[in-house]
């Protein structure tokens, strides 16, 4: 299983960007996902979470009601709408995934990180 996040770059603040995590296999598959953050200096951070088989959400505080998680199961995407982007969204992003294979263990997934910059 790979993951893999894009989408990032540098952003003015105020501004949006949408990240997208693809996977090699099923989206639906997948117990839960979710994107997290890590910034220099700073521990890594959770940002939100999905849930594939009930589309339930969990988001940070910190990004409550600007970014916004999805899922893709056609295209095997997970994507991260981000809006009003603050100097403090600056991180590396990465998706994760938790799956329960054949084998009945559950793996812990990570893609690797795409650099969000927001600076004026």
């Known amino acids: 299983v790979q993951l893999q996040a894009s989408g990032g770059g540098l952003v003015q603040p105020g501004g949006s960007l949408r990240l997208s995590c693809t996977s090699s296999?099923?989206?639906?598959?997948?117990?839960?996902m979710g994107w997290y953050r890590q910034a220099p200096g700073k521990e890594r951070e959770l940002v939100a979470t999905i849930t594939p088989s009930t589309d339930k959400t969990k988001y940070a505080d910190s990004v409550l009601g600007r970014f916004t998680i999805s899922r893709d199961d056609i295209n095997n995407e997970m994507y991260l709408e981000m809006n009003n982007l603050k100097v403090e969204d600056t991180a590396v992003y990465l998706c994760q995934g938790f799956r329960t294979e054949l084998d009945g263990l559950t793996m812990d997934y990570w893609g690797k990180g795409t650099q969000v910059t927001v600076s004026s």
């Open positions: 296999v099923c989206i639906y598959s997948f117990n839960d």
